[in-house]
């Protein structure tokens, strides 16, 4: 028997949920929720109802009664239905060659740049981009661009997932003895991370938040919330993540039992961009971070964040960041220029002269030469009301043929404290 699927899609699906809902569990049990509607198997209405035009004018009759404009499409898989849906607005589509192959490239899971090669070469549509022979295309762009082709050739293999009332999943485990360090858990955690993986990735999804509570001797409880950057289902990578967690604030009692709970989120995409810079792996830059942070402490690991005073060191350390990686900025945008300012630890010592209560000469062990502009006095702390915020003075000068520096006067001797470049 041959598949039939529809999809109905929504400007406002949050609130007409239930609505579609209703719509949908009239025709079908196998539903799949979307962010912007909703898709379900309607396989075998042909005996009930006719053929596809005639299934398609009942859903949108349900959808009349119900009040609610969008727009359908019918197709033999499930994603050309959804294509269709996305692709014609406000309009019922029957799947044909023609509609489909007119739908714009913009629907496909491809990257920006991707598409603007595709442009530039002439390709827009879903019906000249087939023109194009498959194996082109994977030399080109890679064996990840199979799974576009595959949506594209109506391959039919994406099933439909079931529709998700919970946001996560759970497991626990109670322990016949107790046990002192959290390291001799690792073979039953390994275990119940693996159950645990197994029922997100059958709901289709992914986990970039886990939650670990342990209940510890003396009706004691001891929780951690582990938050990664990205979304995985590494298993190995989550033992790590959490072993460096605990490790950072052990707990202080014997373990009784263990629960686990995996927050849902979407998967991590595969494609990372034709054009994109390699970068380091993210699981491997978050595990880094975490050792760092065992072997100097929380508070010394993270990304500064500048904070709006005048101090010897006006930002702070931001210990659950971790940087974000960028794109260059197009070549119509002028970058705007970053003055960086690197401390010496520990400060240098200098011998200044003067010259009519002005700076003139400045000497180190590295550098020596005449003041050419310098800039300030400051004071070393904006915090008018702390004691000692106003012992330091700071001028930042510029030396002849050696660069642009901090200087301190404080308790009667002069230091370099930092370089500008």
């Known amino acids: 028997m041959p598949k039939l699927f529809v999809c109905i899609t929504v400007d406002d699906a949050s609130s007409l949920r239930h609505s579609l809902l209703a719509v949908a569990r009239e025709f079908s049990f196998a539903i799949e929720i979307l962010e912007d509607g909703i898709v379900f198997d309607a396989s075998g209405l042909e005996r ?28 033999d898989t499930a994603d050309a239905a959804m294509l269709l849906a996305h692709g014609r607005k406000n309009t019922a589509t029957v799947n044909s060659a023609e509609n489909f192959a007119s739908l714009s490239l913009e629907g496909l899971d491809i990257e920006r740049d991707t598409l603007n090669v595709l442009g530039d070469l002439g390709v827009r549509n879903i019906g000249e981009l087939l023109a194009i022979p498959r194996d082109e295309l994977s030399r080109r762009y890679g064996r990840d661009f199979d799974r576009v082709i595959k ?57 970039e938040h886990i939650d670990i509570s342990l209940r510890l001797d003396g009706r004691k409880q001891r929780r951690y919330e582990i938050r990664a950057s990205f979304p995985t289902l590494d ?62 402490g929380v508070r010394d690991v993270g990304v500064p964040v500048l904070l709006n005073e005048r101090s010897a060191r006006p930002f702070r350390l931001d210990a659950d960041a971790l940087p974000v990686g960028k794109e260059r900025a197009s070549a ?48 070393a702390g904006s915090k008018w009301w702390a004691a000692d915020s106003w012992e330091t003075q700071e001028w930042d000068i510029e030396v002849e043929n050696a660069g642009v520096y901090r200087l301190a006067l404080a308790n009667g001797e002069w230091f370099i404290v930092g370089e500008y470049d």
């Open 332 to 379: 119509e945008t002028s970058p705007r220029p970053v003055i960086a300012f690197q401390y010496f630890r520990p400060a240098r010592r200098a011998e200044v002269r003067t010259q009519g209560r002005k700076l003139a000469y400045v000497s180190t062990r590295e550098f020596a030469g005449r003041i050419v502009a310098h800039g300030g006095v400051w004071r």
């Open 151 to 207: 949506r594209i050739e109506q391959r039919g293999e994406r099933l439909l997932t079931p529709n998700i009332r919970e946001s996560r999943v759970s497991w626990n485990f109670d322990l016949d003895q107790a046990v002192e360090d959290f390291e001799q858990l690792v073979f039953i955690l390994n275990h119940g991370l693996e159950r645990l993986f197994a029922r997100v990735a059958h709901y289709g999804k992914s986990s």
């Open 48 to 75: 009930l109802i006719g053929g596809p035009e005639r299934v398609i004018r009942r859903v949108q009759a349900s959808l009349d009664a119900f009040g609610i404009k969008g727009s359908i499409a019918l197709a």
């Open 235 to 296: 298993r190995g990578f989550w033992l790590k993540l959490i072993g460096l967690r605990v490790s950072l604030e052990p707990p202080e009692a014997a373990i009784l039992a263990v629960e686990v709970i995996a927050h849902f989120t979407k998967p991590r995409t595969d494609q990372r961009g034709l054009y994109a810079v390699s970068r380091p792996e993210p699981e491997s830059l978050l595990l880094t971070a975490g050792k760092l942070k065992k072997l100097v």
